[in-house]
Protein backbone atom coordinates (compact mmCIF):
# COMPACT_ATOMS: atom_id res chain seq x y z
CA UNK A 1 0.00 0.00 0.00
CA UNK A 2 2.51 2.24 0.81
CA UNK A 3 5.49 2.55 -1.28
CA UNK A 4 9.07 4.52 -0.60
CA UNK A 5 9.22 8.23 -2.19
CA UNK A 6 10.62 8.79 -5.46
CA UNK A 7 11.98 11.31 -7.06
CA UNK A 8 8.72 13.52 -8.30
CA UNK A 9 10.89 14.88 -10.97
CA UNK A 10 14.15 13.51 -12.87
CA UNK A 11 17.48 15.02 -12.96
CA UNK A 12 18.24 16.08 -16.59
CA UNK A 13 21.59 16.84 -18.54
CA UNK A 14 22.32 19.82 -19.26
CA UNK A 15 21.89 20.63 -22.93
CA UNK A 16 23.25 23.34 -24.92
CA UNK A 17 20.52 23.86 -27.56
CA UNK A 18 16.68 24.16 -26.24
CA UNK A 19 13.51 25.10 -28.15
CA UNK A 20 12.81 27.27 -25.01
CA UNK A 21 14.00 28.53 -21.97
CA UNK A 22 11.94 29.65 -18.84
CA UNK A 23 13.81 31.49 -16.22
CA UNK A 24 12.88 31.20 -13.20
CA UNK A 25 11.36 28.20 -11.23
CA UNK A 26 8.51 29.37 -9.65
CA UNK A 27 4.96 28.67 -10.48
CA UNK A 28 4.58 30.67 -13.31
CA UNK A 29 7.43 29.11 -15.02
CA UNK A 30 6.92 25.55 -14.15
CA UNK A 31 2.93 26.20 -15.37
CA UNK A 32 4.64 27.48 -18.86
CA UNK A 33 6.95 24.89 -19.12
CA UNK A 34 4.08 22.29 -18.37
CA UNK A 35 2.22 23.58 -20.83
CA UNK A 36 4.56 24.21 -23.56
CA UNK A 37 5.19 20.12 -23.68
CA UNK A 38 1.31 19.16 -22.79
CA UNK A 39 -0.74 21.32 -25.13
CA UNK A 40 1.80 22.60 -27.66
CA UNK A 41 4.34 19.27 -28.08
CA UNK A 42 7.38 21.92 -27.37
CA UNK A 43 8.94 19.25 -25.10
CA UNK A 44 12.55 20.47 -25.60
CA UNK A 45 12.14 22.97 -22.53
CA UNK A 46 14.41 24.11 -19.61
CA UNK A 47 13.90 25.71 -16.51
CA UNK A 48 16.61 27.49 -15.21
CA UNK A 49 16.40 28.11 -11.49
CA UNK A 50 19.31 29.91 -9.46
CA UNK A 51 18.07 28.47 -6.46
CA UNK A 52 15.98 25.25 -5.72
CA UNK A 53 12.04 25.30 -7.60
CA UNK A 54 9.69 27.11 -5.10
CA UNK A 55 11.94 28.89 -3.02
CA UNK A 56 10.94 32.14 -3.88
CA UNK A 57 7.57 33.46 -3.51
CA UNK A 58 6.27 30.61 -5.17
CA UNK A 59 6.67 28.95 -1.51
CA UNK A 60 6.29 32.09 0.74
CA UNK A 61 2.71 33.58 -0.41
CA UNK A 62 -0.58 32.70 1.85
CA UNK A 63 -2.15 30.17 -0.76
CA UNK A 64 -5.07 32.24 -1.30
CA UNK A 65 -6.98 31.95 -4.43
CA UNK A 66 -10.03 34.11 -5.15
CA UNK A 67 -11.57 35.71 -8.55
CA UNK A 68 -13.03 38.84 -6.78
CA UNK A 69 -10.85 41.35 -8.94
CA UNK A 70 -12.11 44.71 -9.85
CA UNK A 71 -11.95 44.95 -13.60
CA UNK A 72 -13.15 43.41 -16.80
CA UNK A 73 -9.94 42.89 -18.00
CA UNK A 74 -8.61 41.10 -15.00
CA UNK A 75 -12.03 38.98 -14.07
CA UNK A 76 -11.98 36.80 -16.18
CA UNK A 77 -8.14 35.72 -16.28
CA UNK A 78 -8.28 34.71 -12.25
CA UNK A 79 -12.09 33.50 -12.83
CA UNK A 80 -10.75 30.54 -15.07
CA UNK A 81 -7.86 30.29 -12.95
CA UNK A 82 -10.07 29.49 -10.62
CA UNK A 83 -12.33 26.98 -11.97
CA UNK A 84 -8.86 24.91 -13.17
CA UNK A 85 -8.26 23.70 -9.71
CA UNK A 86 -10.43 20.65 -9.06
CA UNK A 87 -9.61 19.86 -12.90
CA UNK A 88 -5.43 20.46 -12.32
CA UNK A 89 -5.20 17.77 -9.38
CA UNK A 90 -6.48 14.97 -11.32
CA UNK A 91 -4.61 16.06 -14.33
CA UNK A 92 -1.50 15.98 -12.12
CA UNK A 93 -3.10 13.30 -9.98
CA UNK A 94 -1.66 15.69 -7.30
CA UNK A 95 -3.76 16.88 -3.73
CA UNK A 96 -3.29 20.33 -4.09
CA UNK A 97 -5.46 20.53 -1.42
CA UNK A 98 -8.03 23.03 -2.82
CA UNK A 99 -10.47 24.13 0.10
CA UNK A 100 -13.15 25.91 -1.11
CA UNK A 101 -13.93 28.43 1.51
CA UNK A 102 -14.66 31.56 0.02
CA UNK A 103 -13.27 34.79 1.13
CA UNK A 104 -14.88 37.55 3.04
CA UNK A 105 -13.47 41.05 2.18
CA UNK A 106 -14.26 43.97 5.10
CA UNK A 107 -15.70 47.32 4.38
CA UNK A 108 -14.94 49.44 7.00
CA UNK A 109 -16.87 53.07 6.00
CA UNK A 110 -19.79 53.86 3.47
CA UNK A 111 -16.92 54.90 0.89
CA UNK A 112 -15.49 51.43 1.49
CA UNK A 113 -18.78 49.72 1.13
CA UNK A 114 -19.29 51.72 -2.17
CA UNK A 115 -15.98 50.30 -4.00
CA UNK A 116 -17.09 46.83 -3.15
CA UNK A 117 -20.30 47.65 -4.59
CA UNK A 118 -18.72 47.95 -7.75
CA UNK A 119 -16.45 45.26 -7.60
CA UNK A 120 -19.45 42.81 -6.60
CA UNK A 121 -21.27 44.75 -9.40
CA UNK A 122 -18.48 44.03 -12.47
CA UNK A 123 -17.83 40.00 -10.87
CA UNK A 124 -21.82 39.69 -11.16
CA UNK A 125 -21.78 41.08 -14.77
CA UNK A 126 -19.13 38.70 -15.59
CA UNK A 127 -20.63 35.57 -14.02
CA UNK A 128 -18.26 35.19 -10.90
CA UNK A 129 -20.29 34.61 -7.69
CA UNK A 130 -19.79 37.87 -5.22
CA UNK A 131 -22.12 39.39 -2.79
CA UNK A 132 -22.47 42.03 -0.61
CA UNK A 133 -22.81 41.59 3.24
CA UNK A 134 -23.98 43.91 5.65
CA UNK A 135 -22.65 43.76 9.25
CA UNK A 136 -25.18 41.05 10.55
CA UNK A 137 -24.47 39.04 8.27
CA UNK A 138 -20.73 39.34 8.13
CA UNK A 139 -21.21 37.98 11.75
CA UNK A 140 -23.26 34.91 10.71
CA UNK A 141 -20.74 33.92 8.69
CA UNK A 142 -17.63 34.69 11.32
CA UNK A 143 -18.87 34.17 14.30
CA UNK A 144 -15.74 34.83 16.09
CA UNK A 145 -15.86 38.56 14.24
CA UNK A 146 -15.75 41.63 16.34
CA UNK A 147 -18.76 44.07 15.01
CA UNK A 148 -18.75 46.01 18.21
CA UNK A 149 -18.34 50.23 18.01
CA UNK A 150 -14.92 50.15 19.94
CA UNK A 151 -12.62 49.43 17.40
CA UNK A 152 -10.48 51.55 15.50
CA UNK A 153 -12.18 50.34 12.21
CA UNK A 154 -15.79 49.49 13.24
CA UNK A 155 -16.88 46.56 10.76
CA UNK A 156 -19.74 48.54 8.25
CA UNK A 157 -20.28 45.33 5.94
CA UNK A 158 -18.41 43.30 3.79
CA UNK A 159 -17.96 41.05 0.18
CA UNK A 160 -18.21 37.68 0.11
CA UNK A 161 -16.64 35.62 -2.85
CA UNK A 162 -17.72 32.38 -2.23
CA UNK A 163 -15.88 30.40 -5.01
CA UNK A 164 -12.35 31.49 -3.67
CA UNK A 165 -10.28 29.42 -1.19
CA UNK A 166 -7.13 28.45 -0.20
CA UNK A 167 -4.46 25.44 -2.43
CA UNK A 168 -1.54 24.36 -0.93
CA UNK A 169 0.94 26.48 -2.82
CA UNK A 170 4.10 23.53 -2.23
CA UNK A 171 2.06 20.97 -3.73
CA UNK A 172 1.73 22.88 -6.71
CA UNK A 173 5.13 23.50 -7.33
CA UNK A 174 5.94 19.69 -6.91
CA UNK A 175 2.47 18.59 -8.57
CA UNK A 176 3.85 20.83 -11.85
CA UNK A 177 7.67 20.21 -11.44
CA UNK A 178 6.31 15.85 -11.45
CA UNK A 179 4.09 17.02 -14.79
CA UNK A 180 6.85 18.82 -16.72
CA UNK A 181 9.09 16.87 -15.62
CA UNK A 182 7.14 13.28 -16.95
CA UNK A 183 6.21 14.97 -20.26
CA UNK A 184 10.20 15.66 -21.02
CA UNK A 185 10.87 19.64 -19.54
CA UNK A 186 14.32 19.66 -18.28
CA UNK A 187 14.46 21.43 -14.53
CA UNK A 188 17.91 22.52 -13.94
CA UNK A 189 18.37 23.89 -10.20
CA UNK A 190 21.33 26.30 -9.01
CA UNK A 191 21.42 27.38 -12.47
CA UNK A 192 21.54 31.29 -12.92
CA UNK A 193 20.55 33.31 -15.56
CA UNK A 194 24.10 35.78 -16.35
CA UNK A 195 23.00 37.43 -19.79
CA UNK A 196 20.80 36.95 -22.80
CA UNK A 197 22.29 37.26 -26.38
CA UNK A 198 20.50 39.53 -28.65
CA UNK A 199 21.21 39.39 -32.51
CA UNK A 200 19.80 41.93 -35.07
CA UNK A 201 16.59 42.20 -32.92
CA UNK A 202 15.96 38.20 -31.78
CA UNK A 203 17.17 36.62 -28.89
CA UNK A 204 19.68 33.49 -29.68
CA UNK A 205 21.07 32.44 -26.29
CA UNK A 206 21.05 32.38 -22.66
CA UNK A 207 24.26 32.44 -20.76
CA UNK A 208 24.49 30.73 -17.56
CA UNK A 209 26.58 29.97 -14.66
CA UNK A 210 26.19 26.51 -16.01
CA UNK A 211 27.34 27.30 -19.71
CA UNK A 212 25.33 29.11 -22.63
CA UNK A 213 22.46 27.32 -23.96
CA UNK A 214 21.59 28.50 -27.46
CA UNK A 215 17.59 29.12 -28.07
CA UNK A 216 15.61 31.00 -29.93
CA UNK A 217 12.18 31.57 -26.99
CA UNK A 218 13.00 33.29 -23.48
CA UNK A 219 10.66 33.34 -21.29
CA UNK A 220 11.50 35.81 -18.11
CA UNK A 221 9.21 34.99 -15.27
CA UNK A 222 11.56 35.48 -12.35
CA UNK A 223 8.85 37.14 -9.91
CA UNK A 224 10.65 40.05 -8.68
CA UNK A 225 14.36 39.35 -9.96
CA UNK A 226 12.67 39.93 -13.51
CA UNK A 227 13.76 44.02 -13.47
CA UNK A 228 17.04 42.70 -13.56
CA UNK A 229 16.77 39.89 -15.90
CA UNK A 230 15.02 42.24 -17.91
CA UNK A 231 18.15 44.93 -17.61
CA UNK A 232 19.54 42.43 -19.32
CA UNK A 233 17.62 43.06 -21.87
CA UNK A 234 17.90 46.78 -21.64
CA UNK A 235 14.12 46.85 -21.03
CA UNK A 236 13.03 48.99 -17.93
CA UNK A 237 10.15 47.91 -16.16
CA UNK A 238 7.46 49.74 -14.50
CA UNK A 239 7.86 47.14 -11.37
CA UNK A 240 8.95 48.77 -7.35
CA UNK A 241 10.25 45.32 -5.61
CA UNK A 242 8.77 45.82 -1.75
CA UNK A 243 9.30 43.38 0.74
CA UNK A 244 6.07 41.55 2.42
CA UNK A 245 5.80 39.41 5.61
CA UNK A 246 3.36 36.85 6.63
CA UNK A 247 3.27 34.81 9.72
CA UNK A 248 0.98 31.74 11.51
CA UNK A 249 0.20 31.25 14.66
CA UNK A 250 -0.08 28.41 16.96
CA UNK A 251 -2.57 25.39 15.65
CA UNK A 252 -5.86 25.93 17.38
CA UNK A 253 -9.47 23.93 16.91
CA UNK A 254 -11.32 25.25 13.80
CA UNK A 255 -13.14 28.75 14.28
CA UNK A 256 -12.50 30.34 11.56
CA UNK A 257 -14.10 28.50 8.49
CA UNK A 258 -13.54 31.46 5.69
CA UNK A 259 -10.50 33.71 4.51
CA UNK A 260 -10.57 36.99 5.72
CA UNK A 261 -9.54 40.31 4.83
CA UNK A 262 -9.53 43.89 5.44
CA UNK A 263 -7.98 46.67 3.88
CA UNK A 264 -8.11 49.26 6.38
CA UNK A 265 -6.50 47.07 9.10
CA UNK A 266 -3.75 46.01 6.07
CA UNK A 267 -4.56 42.20 7.42
CA UNK A 268 -6.17 39.46 5.86
CA UNK A 269 -5.85 35.65 7.83
CA UNK A 270 -7.73 32.36 7.22
CA UNK A 271 -7.12 29.16 9.09
CA UNK A 272 -5.27 26.28 7.62
CA UNK A 273 -6.01 22.73 7.56
CA UNK A 274 -3.86 22.35 10.58
CA UNK A 275 -5.23 24.54 12.23
CA UNK A 276 -2.96 27.25 12.33
CA UNK A 277 -4.23 31.00 11.46
CA UNK A 278 -1.78 32.35 8.51
CA UNK A 279 -2.03 35.78 8.44
CA UNK A 280 -0.13 38.48 6.27
CA UNK A 281 -1.12 41.60 4.07
CA UNK A 282 1.09 44.49 5.31
CA UNK A 283 4.54 45.46 2.52
CA UNK A 284 6.78 47.26 3.79
CA UNK A 285 6.98 50.03 1.57
CA UNK A 286 10.81 50.49 -0.18
CA UNK A 287 12.73 48.95 -2.49
CA UNK A 288 14.06 45.80 -0.69
CA UNK A 289 16.04 42.74 -2.25
CA UNK A 290 16.14 41.23 1.55
CA UNK A 291 13.64 38.70 2.88
CA UNK A 292 13.79 40.16 6.20
CA UNK A 293 10.99 39.86 9.10
CA UNK A 294 10.27 42.80 11.90
CA UNK A 295 8.93 43.54 15.21
CA UNK A 296 7.06 46.19 13.79
CA UNK A 297 5.34 44.23 11.70
CA UNK A 298 4.42 41.88 14.52
CA UNK A 299 2.83 44.45 16.65
CA UNK A 300 0.58 45.45 13.43
CA UNK A 301 -0.44 42.38 12.72
CA UNK A 302 -1.42 41.11 15.95
CA UNK A 303 -2.94 44.65 16.84
CA UNK A 304 -5.31 44.16 13.65
CA UNK A 305 -5.63 40.50 14.06
CA UNK A 306 -7.03 41.20 17.83
CA UNK A 307 -9.37 43.64 16.91
CA UNK A 308 -10.96 41.98 14.40
CA UNK A 309 -10.97 38.11 15.89
CA UNK A 310 -10.59 39.03 20.02
CA UNK A 311 -10.85 35.32 20.46
CA UNK A 312 -6.87 35.07 19.30
CA UNK A 313 -5.82 37.22 22.37
CA UNK A 314 -3.07 35.84 24.09
CA UNK A 315 -2.04 33.10 21.22
CA UNK A 316 1.38 32.96 19.83
CA UNK A 317 2.68 33.48 16.85
CA UNK A 318 5.02 30.32 15.43
CA UNK A 319 6.47 31.17 12.63
CA UNK A 320 7.41 34.55 10.57
CA UNK A 321 9.06 34.89 7.09
CA UNK A 322 9.53 37.58 4.45
CA UNK A 323 8.94 37.65 0.51
CA UNK A 324 9.34 39.89 -2.14
CA UNK A 325 6.44 41.37 -4.26
CA UNK A 326 7.00 42.76 -8.04
CA UNK A 327 4.43 45.68 -7.41
CA UNK A 328 3.45 47.51 -10.92
CA UNK A 329 1.29 50.97 -10.28
CA UNK A 330 -2.00 49.36 -11.50
CA UNK A 331 -1.87 46.07 -9.63
CA UNK A 332 -1.90 43.88 -12.96
CA UNK A 333 0.95 42.13 -14.46
CA UNK A 334 3.18 42.56 -17.63
CA UNK A 335 2.99 39.74 -19.91
CA UNK A 336 4.13 40.39 -23.42
CA UNK A 337 6.59 39.26 -25.88
CA UNK A 338 8.27 39.94 -29.23
CA UNK A 339 8.70 43.35 -28.61
CA UNK A 340 10.92 44.93 -29.14
CA UNK A 341 13.29 41.72 -29.16
CA UNK A 342 11.72 38.70 -31.34
CA UNK A 343 11.39 35.77 -29.36
CA UNK A 344 11.97 37.42 -25.63
CA UNK A 345 8.72 37.05 -23.46
CA UNK A 346 7.84 38.36 -20.15
CA UNK A 347 5.63 37.19 -17.53
CA UNK A 348 6.15 39.36 -14.26
CA UNK A 349 5.35 42.37 -12.21
CA UNK A 350 2.21 40.03 -10.24
CA UNK A 351 2.96 41.63 -7.21
CA UNK A 352 0.28 39.87 -4.66
CA UNK A 353 -1.73 37.93 -7.13
CA UNK A 354 0.89 35.40 -8.75
CA UNK A 355 -0.16 32.29 -6.92
CA UNK A 356 -3.52 32.12 -7.85
CA UNK A 357 -3.03 33.03 -11.37
CA UNK A 358 -0.05 31.16 -12.09
CA UNK A 359 -2.29 27.80 -13.61
CA UNK A 360 -4.12 29.55 -15.75
CA UNK A 361 -1.15 32.45 -16.74
CA UNK A 362 1.17 29.56 -17.75
CA UNK A 363 -1.33 27.69 -19.60
CA UNK A 364 -1.93 31.19 -21.98
CA UNK A 365 2.13 32.40 -21.96
CA UNK A 366 2.51 28.54 -23.12
CA UNK A 367 -0.02 29.39 -26.19
CA UNK A 368 1.71 32.78 -26.71
CA UNK A 369 5.32 30.82 -26.91
CA UNK A 370 4.17 28.25 -29.30
CA UNK A 371 2.55 30.47 -31.51
CA UNK A 372 3.90 33.81 -31.16
CA UNK A 373 0.22 35.58 -31.08
CA UNK A 374 -1.07 36.73 -27.93
CA UNK A 375 -3.98 34.94 -26.53
CA UNK A 376 -6.79 37.42 -26.13
CA UNK A 377 -7.09 36.84 -22.56
CA UNK A 378 -3.46 38.19 -22.39
CA UNK A 379 -3.61 41.22 -24.57
CA UNK A 380 -4.57 43.92 -21.80
CA UNK A 381 -1.67 43.41 -20.07
CA UNK A 382 1.12 44.15 -22.41
CA UNK A 383 4.28 46.61 -21.27
CA UNK A 384 2.92 49.18 -23.28
CA UNK A 385 0.31 50.47 -21.60
CA UNK A 386 1.55 52.16 -19.62
CA UNK A 387 3.41 54.60 -22.50
CA UNK A 388 -0.05 54.63 -23.70
CA UNK A 389 -1.71 55.79 -20.30
CA UNK A 390 -4.16 52.92 -20.24
CA UNK A 391 -3.59 51.40 -16.72
CA UNK A 392 -5.75 48.74 -15.62
CA UNK A 393 -7.55 50.73 -12.30
CA UNK A 394 -7.32 47.17 -10.31
CA UNK A 395 -6.86 49.83 -7.35
CA UNK A 396 -9.99 50.93 -5.87
CA UNK A 397 -8.23 54.54 -4.45
CA UNK A 398 -4.40 54.65 -5.56
CA UNK A 399 -3.64 56.94 -2.39
CA UNK A 400 -4.32 53.93 -0.17
CA UNK A 401 -3.05 51.09 -1.80
CA UNK A 402 -0.50 52.20 -4.18
CA UNK A 403 3.01 50.71 -3.47
CA UNK A 404 3.43 53.79 -0.94
CA UNK A 405 1.56 52.69 2.09
CA UNK B 1 16.70 43.79 13.08
CA UNK B 2 15.85 47.43 12.91
CA UNK B 3 16.46 49.35 9.96
CA UNK B 4 17.52 53.35 10.50
CA UNK B 5 17.34 56.27 8.08
CA UNK B 6 19.61 59.08 9.23
CA UNK B 7 17.45 62.63 8.38
CA UNK B 8 19.59 64.86 8.15
CA UNK B 9 17.76 67.41 10.89
CA UNK B 10 17.29 64.85 13.52
CA UNK B 11 19.64 62.21 12.54
CA UNK B 12 19.23 58.41 12.98
CA UNK B 13 15.98 57.08 13.35
CA UNK B 14 13.70 54.29 13.00
CA UNK B 15 13.15 53.35 9.21
CA UNK B 16 9.25 53.10 10.23
CA UNK B 17 9.02 56.99 11.18
CA UNK B 18 9.51 57.77 7.37
CA UNK B 19 7.90 57.60 4.33
CA UNK B 20 9.94 56.00 0.76
CA UNK B 21 9.79 58.50 -2.03
CA UNK B 22 11.37 56.11 -4.97
CA UNK B 23 14.34 56.08 -6.33
CA UNK B 24 16.37 58.91 -7.87
CA UNK B 25 15.64 59.39 -11.15
CA UNK B 26 16.73 62.70 -12.30
CA UNK B 27 15.16 66.17 -13.54
CA UNK B 28 11.30 66.06 -14.59
CA UNK B 29 11.58 65.72 -18.77
CA UNK B 30 10.48 69.09 -19.77
CA UNK B 31 7.48 69.89 -21.35
CA UNK B 32 9.28 70.84 -24.91
CA UNK B 33 10.90 67.46 -25.67
CA UNK B 34 7.67 65.70 -23.96
CA UNK B 35 7.04 62.20 -25.66
CA UNK B 36 4.78 59.12 -24.41
CA UNK B 37 8.17 57.31 -23.94
CA UNK B 38 9.83 59.90 -21.82
CA UNK B 39 6.90 60.61 -20.00
CA UNK B 40 6.38 56.88 -19.36
CA UNK B 41 9.75 56.24 -18.50
CA UNK B 42 9.89 59.17 -16.27
CA UNK B 43 6.40 58.65 -14.48
CA UNK B 44 6.92 54.79 -14.32
CA UNK B 45 9.62 52.93 -15.12
CA UNK B 46 12.21 51.85 -12.10
CA UNK B 47 15.62 50.65 -11.81
CA UNK B 48 15.31 48.77 -8.72
CA UNK B 49 19.29 48.84 -8.76
CA UNK B 50 20.51 45.39 -6.78
CA UNK B 51 23.35 47.75 -4.95
CA UNK B 52 23.63 51.16 -3.39
CA UNK B 53 21.15 53.79 -4.90
CA UNK B 54 20.87 57.30 -4.17
CA UNK B 55 16.57 57.73 -3.03
CA UNK B 56 14.05 59.83 -1.61
CA UNK B 57 12.96 59.94 1.89
CA UNK B 58 10.55 61.89 3.99
CA UNK B 59 10.27 62.36 7.60
CA UNK B 60 6.73 61.34 7.74
CA UNK B 61 6.69 61.20 11.89
CA UNK B 62 9.77 63.73 12.84
CA UNK B 63 10.59 66.87 11.17
CA UNK B 64 8.60 66.62 7.81
CA UNK B 65 11.72 67.05 5.71
CA UNK B 66 12.13 65.49 2.16
CA UNK B 67 16.03 64.10 1.61
CA UNK B 68 18.20 61.91 0.02
CA UNK B 69 19.94 59.16 1.28
CA UNK B 70 22.54 56.11 -0.46
CA UNK B 71 21.04 52.58 0.67
CA UNK B 72 21.70 49.12 -0.68
CA UNK B 73 18.40 47.54 -1.16
CA UNK B 74 20.00 44.12 -0.95
CA UNK B 75 21.10 44.81 3.25
CA UNK B 76 18.48 47.38 3.56
CA UNK B 77 21.50 49.60 4.96
CA UNK B 78 22.17 52.89 3.98
CA UNK B 79 25.66 52.48 2.86
CA UNK B 80 27.16 56.44 3.17
CA UNK B 81 25.28 59.79 5.43
CA UNK B 82 22.67 61.24 4.34
CA UNK B 83 22.70 64.78 2.29
CA UNK B 84 20.25 67.68 2.90
CA UNK B 85 18.73 69.04 -0.03
CA UNK B 86 17.19 72.13 -1.00
Not at chain 2, 34 to 57: F, I, K, S
Amino acid sequence: MFEPFGRLWKQAPFRSTYDAVIVGGGLHGLATAYYLAKNHGVRRVAVLEKNHIGYGSAGRNTAIVRANQRTQENIPLYDEGLKMWPQLMDELDFNLMFFNCGNLNLAHSEAAMGALRLQVASAQYLGVRSELLDRKQCKELIPHLNISEDITYPVFGGMYHPPGGTVRHDALVWALAKGASALGVHIHQQTEVTGIAVHRGRVTAVETSRGTIHTLRVLNAAGPWSVLVSAMVDIRLPIHVLPIQAMVTEPLKPFLHHVISSGAYHCYANQSLKGEVVTGAHMDPWISYGTHVTAHYIKHQAEALTELLPCLRGVKFMRIWGGLADMTPDMAPIIDGNDPIEGYYMDCGWGYFGFKSAAVTGKYVAEYMATGRCPKILQPFRLKRYEENRLLGETASPPQYGPWN
Amino acid sequence: MSFTITCPICGKRDLYEFRFGGEERGARPDYENLTPQNWCDYVHLRTNRPGPQREWWFHRDGCGRWFTVWRDPMTNRETASSEATR
